[in-house]
């Protein structure tokens, strides 16, 4: 069966070939949808390959800072936290340079575990996800974005720098595993603190009980886990899980407050 | 589409989604890189694409139309080894040597982009590469040893390829 490969280069020319997503594979860095095809998990009908689409950029403007999907996760790995330190910690030196942002993003949940790195910091950021698709171009919020990525075509992301923020994540045993769990917290200008949280639900999740009670870390961090919806997985149980998303939690929070 | 690989344009008839790995091995019977887990996580397969290194099991090869591909068999030859393969040669860094193609050519990438022989700087550069020999201390050791230059000799005479001549102390 031949497949249909469509390499556009330019934006306009990645949206128009994307058109409303139906039976259309993405391919960004291949970090992801390249081994599903040799492991016979995907088998393309269409196929949309970015690498010359010119979505690799990292636009910075006073505190707003833009990332276009196809730019590789090393390329933000030095910027602040919590996104920063969470793109340093994804796989290993290859696989940062060649897996993308948007991609990372739109990681499918996988049977065994969830990926995804970078949706955590992303939603604590309350980055704003630009897309196109069905119905044409859209911007809307990471957690908005996290219920259709798989009938999107990421173009890029934007947010703002904040007053401070901190990301604290388990340690991986071996490269290229997503973590097991990690959580981001974010200050805003106005004192307001925003938590996710990875690995402890089947995208990135929220901690907004959390957050409600982040004046008192500790408080905080037994007040995740009533928004948090542990699983056993590949990568570790949900008894191990339960234990440790207090204390990042509280790691977290304590990191920020001395700022 | 055309590759550049080692230096020689190469056609590709493979199709667009083809992972260079694939490529390499069943078309163009280049063979130094291997197929471990095909899934990015051993390093075996490692090649440089424009010089950095990169998996070739998770690249698909419609996204190198002209780029530069760079594999062992690039670096250098039984008679005239790299730096970094006599450096491998002189610390007994090859066990099996499955690893070694990836080791070798990452390191070699490593050190083309600046790398010091920092061991812990050494260690984060290689660590998305696997040896299933456990042979780590060498590899690192030798990869140190060819960021200086300083514990053996770098010319390897026709007359006797086989012999690395040590003229630093230990």
């Keep these: 069966m031949s497949i249909d490969v469509l390499i556009p280069e330019s934006v306009d020319a990645a949206a128009e070939a994307y058109g409303d997503g139906r039976d259309v594979t993405v391919v960004g860095g291949g970090t992801i949808v390249v081994q599903l095809m040799t492991q016979g998990w995907l088998r393309p009908t269409r196929a949309l390959m970015l690498s010359k689409a010119g979505l690799s950029y990292v636009r910075k403007s006073g505190s707003a800072v833009t990332v276009g999907a196809m730019t590789p996760v090393t390329d933000v790995a030095d910027l602040f936290a919590p996104l920063g330190p969470c793109a340093a910690n994804v796989g290993d030196n290859e696989i940062r340079a060649q897996a993308t942002v948007g991609g990372n993003l739109c990681a499918p949940t996988p049977p065994e575990h969830p990926s995804g790195d970078l949706q955590g910091p992303l939603l604590a950021l309350d980055a704003s996800v630009r897309s196109t698709g069905a119905g044409g171009e859209s911007t809307e919020t990471v957690e908005e974005f996290l219920t259709h990525r798989d009938a999107r075509l990421v173009l890029d992301l934007s947010f703002e720098e904040p007053v401070a923020g901190a990301f604290a994540a388990l340690d991986r045993p071996h490269a290229h595993h997503p973590t097991a769990l990690a959580v981001s917290a974010v200050k805003a200008g106005d004192g307001s603190i925003r938590l996710a949280a990875t690995g402890a639900g089947p995208t990135a999740i929220r901690l907004s009980s959390a957050e409600a009670a982040a004046d008192d870390p500790e408080a905080a961090g037994q007040a995740a886990l009533a928004d948090a919806d542990l699983q056993d997985d590949a990568l570790a149980s949900a008894w191990y899980r339960e234990r440790m998303l207090p204390l990042l939690v509280q790691r977290v929070l304590n990191e920020i407050k001395e700022v | ?170």
């Design chain 2, 1 to 170: 589409m055309n590759i550049t690989l080692n230096g020689v344009s190469r056609q590709i008839s493979s199709p667009p989604l083809t992972p260079l790995l694939r490529v390499l091995r069943n078309e163009l019977n280049v063979v130094s890189a291997k197929a471990g887990c095909e899934a990015g996580g051993c390093g075996a397969c490692t090649v440089l694409v424009d010089g950095r290194p990169q998996r070739s099991c998770l690249t698909a090869v419609g996204s190198l139309n002209g780029a530069a591909v760079t594999t062992l068999e690039g670096l250098g030859t039984s008679e005239n080894l790299s730096a970094v393969q006599q450096a491998f040669v002189h610390h007994y860094a090859a066990q099996c040597g499955f690893c070694t193609p990836g080791m070798v050519v990452a390191a070699t990438a490593y050190l083309d982009a600046g790398g010091s022989d920092d061991k812990e700087a050494i260690q984060e550069a290689l660590g998305g590469h696997v040896c299933r020999c456990t042979g780590y201390l060498k590899i690192v050791n030798a990869i140190a040893a060819a960021a200086t230059q300083s514990e053996f000799d770098l010319t390897i005479t026709a007359e006797e390829p086989n012999v690395v001549v040590k003229t630093g102390g230990r």
